[in-house]
């Protein structure tokens, strides 16, 4: 309880009238909201930013006033003066509330107010409402000052109005104070400007032209006439989240890809952010998306870093662009499958002249370290379920089984054939790619004659051949604007219509028991069991989610703490809300077991899926300690007490007993699987399961996975499923956020060595390693 009256003084005590239509100084903003679209006054906009507010009355009294909001809280002073008998002052605190998915929004405002017409403070508190019945209407209330305290009572006044959109770029709106004064306000987007006329009906009101411009993606700026027809205030404000339609010309933009492409971003790091993840690569494309002024835009592959997963997220985003009649090329600086895939949607693939080709097809090596082992006496006891569970052929073979390279081959070929059929569609002549498959060259020049890309120029060069060859316009000194991907971009959303939110968990690295992290030292994240059933237990008592969909990018882990996560979203799919499992490049072992608990699994068509099996065991360094003169003495109280140490080996017992324990999982993963796929444990366990692998194309087609997409096609099966209608806007927010994998990047340097102490004990694991692939 103190925790929350606390937050209430909080807000109560640090909040605005910035940027509120109750006060007409401030800026009009694009889109119709800020001066006419929220009646109640209520500082709703999802945005962080700035006003600074100056001008003249007809009196001469001069007013200033600046102000700062945060997404639902701000501050401001204003400032009114003649410089003889008018001298006033006023801070506001405004705190808003959204309800019912921002069907509506309850506001409080405190105002502190001093005028040289008496002494000491007035205090009043105003409370007001704001009602979107309809994406077209909005209906808002205040009772200005409804409570107050000081020497000079101030005027209570109630203020109520209306906004209607009639069509996209213009509304009306009336508002009305008391029963006194009565003004409609109309607003148009004009494109270049946006334009105000607030018209009085009753009163002692004036007419009033508003103009507002946007200049570039995050100022703008309003100047206000009276119907003297002379500027009376001007208003610039700041908004953090981006404003889509800046009214500014056609351009040609560059985006940089170079910078690493994860799931999620990295944890803390000493050098700043050195990757960004999927969540802001969607919402850079989102901004290009509604931004109409990029007409050509180059996305400049350089230095290019992403799996197929994320590739296919950018070619599904390129595509959704040319949908909209923009121009698209693809720059490369190198030849690889996964860029190609990435660049495949492009209206234009360049390539760099000097650039190296690599498209010869998929390739891996195992490394086998039996032999080395047996020479320094070091057995390797690994147990396993499952002929095809091969990742524990390197510790106790000298070479690959015939099921493990058969499994790989079925594998690699078709995962080659998910992941380059985009790119082949753009050639009509297959078979000159076919004969530099089976005769390999490295040449940019080879690469144009297959049809592999369009042309081989150099960057500053693609602005001019695209002008020159799309539109007859030669412009050899074009300017190019840049675009560079940041993390955590929004937009100015100005959409009325109820937002829906969906919860987002990323699965990420290796499932381990506990808590997971990242590691800054070797860039890998693990994913711990702890933090993610915190996460969705207080997701299950949490009223504002409607779905949730786990993104899973994972070779599997920790048997146990798979089985509990998977547990527990199985409970959240069958009781609490849907779930969507969408596999990025891997879902595999434990990572597929989890996908296994939500009520539909989709993968990209070269996603790794499968390997259902388990293995466990445990490294003997005897034959070791005895070549070295070492004896290690045990001390222990029952015959198998130490079973899990490293002095000697496994007796068959011991074996018998983790081997049941592995048959057991074993069937129980089977069951699990069956009960997601309906898919009979029989079928499962012939032809299927024991540890084999497949891509995602191969599971739609053996039934391990429902449907191929990526998270567009997750969040639209995710508002089915919820009855969420398909118009409806969601917010998609992650539930393990960044500031968790930063505050837990500290402890995971604790455990740097955690993989010397994991051969001190027995583990059982569902984990599935692949052999080197090239992403």
């Not at 690994?382 to 106790?396: D, F, I, M, N, Q």
Request: glycine share 10%.
């Amino acid at each position: 309880m103190k925790k929350y009256i606390a937050q209430i003084l909080f807000t109560l005590t640090v909040t605005s009238f910035a940027y509120l239509p109750g006060e007409w100084m401030f800026p009009s903003l694009p889109n119709s909201n800020g001066l006419f679209g929220n009646p109640a006054g209520l500082s709703a906009f999802d945005s962080p930013g700035a006003v600074l507010n100056f001008g003249c009355t007809k009196d001469d009294v001069y007013e200033m006033s600046l102000g700062a909001n945060g997404d639902y809280f701000g501050a401001s002073f204003e400032y009114r003066s003649d410089y003889e008998g008018v001298d006033e002052s006023r801070w506001n605190w405004i705190s808003s509330i959204p309800m019912l998915d921002r069907l509506a929004f309850l506001g409080i405002s405190v105002g502190a107010f001093r005028s040289a017409d008496f002494d000491g403070t007035d205090f009043s508190m105003t409370p007001g409402i704001l009602v979107r019945p309809f994406n077209w209407l909005a209906l808002g209330f205040d009772s200005r000052h409804a409570l107050q305290f000081g020497p000079e009572k101030q005027r209570r006044m109630q203020e109520y109005g209306a906004t209607v959109r009639l069509w996209d770029g213009f509304s009306v709106s009336y508002a009305g104070v008391n029963q006194s004064t009565h003004r409609l306000l109309l607003q148009a987007d004009l494109k270049l400007l946006n334009v105000g006329v607030q018209i009085p009906l009753h009163g002692k009101e004036d007419y009033r032209v508003y103009l507002s411009h946007a200049f570039g993606r995050t100022v703008h700026g309003t100047l206000s006439i009276d119907n003297d027809w002379k500027p009376r205030h001007f208003s610039i404000g700041y908004h953090s989240a981006r404003i889509a339609d800046a009214n500014m010309l056609s351009r040609v933009v560059r985006v940089p890809l170079s910078m690493p492409l994860k799931e999620t971003e990295q944890g803390f790091s000493f050098f700043g952010k050195q990757s960004l993840s999927l969540e802001s690569l969607r919402e850079n494309f989102e901004l290009l998306l509604a931004d109409g002024s990029a007409e050509v835009i180059i996305f400049d592959f350089s230095g290019y870093k992403a799996g197929t997963a994320i590739s296919k997220e950018i070619e599904r985003g390129i595509a959704k662009l040319n949908i909209q009649g923009r121009v698209t090329v693809a720059y490369l600086d190198e030849i690889r499958p996964t860029t190609l895939l990435a660049a495949s949607s492009a209206s234009k693939i360049v390539l760099e002249p000097s650039a190296r080709v690599n498209y010869r097809g998929v390739g891996g090596e195992v490394l086998y370290y039996k032999g080395f082992f047996d020479w320094i006496g070091v057995k390797v006891e690994l147990l396993r379920h499952g002929a095809y569970k091969s990742a524990v052929e390197p510790y106790t073979a000298d070479s690959m089984s015939v099921e493990a390279r058969s499994n790989y081959e079925t594998l690699y070929k078709d995962w080659w054939r998910s992941m380059t059929a985009d790119s082949r569609v753009r050639i009509s002549n297959t078979e000159s790619l076919d004969s530099m498959m089976a005769h390999p060259s490295l040449l940019a020049q080879d690469a144009k004659r297959v049809g592999l890309v369009d042309t081989l120029l150099y960057l500053d060069e693609v602005a001019p051949y695209v002008l020159k060859t799309l539109y007859g316009i030669e412009a050899p000194f074009v300017m190019v604007s840049d675009f560079v991907p940041k993390a955590g971009l929004r937009i100015f959303d100005e959409d009325w219509r109820p937002r829906s939110r969906i919860a987002l968990l990323n699965i990420e690295g290796s499932i381990v028991d506990g808590s997971g992290g990242y590691d800054p030292i070797t860039g890998t994240r693990s994913t711990g069991s702890a933090e993610v059933l915190d996460a969705l237990g207080n997701l299950m008592h949490s009223p504002e989610y409607s779905a949730l969909i786990v993104r899973i990018n994972s070779p599997g882990g920790s048997a146990q703490a798979s089985d509990e996560i998977w547990h527990r979203l199985r409970t959240i799919a069958k009781t609490r809300m849907p779930v969507i499992a969408s596999i990025g490049d891997m879902g595999a072992s434990g990572g597929y077991y989890i996908a296994c608990g939500a009520n539909e699994i989709i993968a990209e068509k070269a996603s790794i899926i499968g390997s259902i099996g388990i293995f466990g065991g445990k490294v003997s360094f005897k034959g070791l300690l005895d070549k070295l003169k070492l004896r290690m003495e045990p001390i222990k109280t029952h015959p198998h007490a130490d079973a899990e140490g490293q002095g000697r080996e496994f007796d068959d017992e011991e074996k018998q007993a983790l081997q049941n324990y592995m048959d057991a999982f074993y069937d129980r993963f089977l069951g699990v699987v069956s009960e997601a796929t309906e898919l009979s444990k029989d079928s499962l366990d012939k032809s299927l399961a024991g540890g084999r692998v497949f891509t995602g194309s191969q599971g739609v087609q053996n039934g391990l996975v429902h449907r191929i997409g990526g998270m567009d096609l997750a969040i639209t099966e995710a508002k089915r499923l919820a009855g969420i209608s398909e118009r409806r806007p969601v917010v998609l927010q992650s539930i393990l956020t960044d500031d968790s994998y930063i505050s837990r990047s500290f402890s995971d340097q604790i455990r740097l060595m955690d993989w010397l102490n994991s051969v001190e004990k027995t583990q059982v694991w569902a984990l599935f390693v692949a052999p080197p692939l090239p992403f």
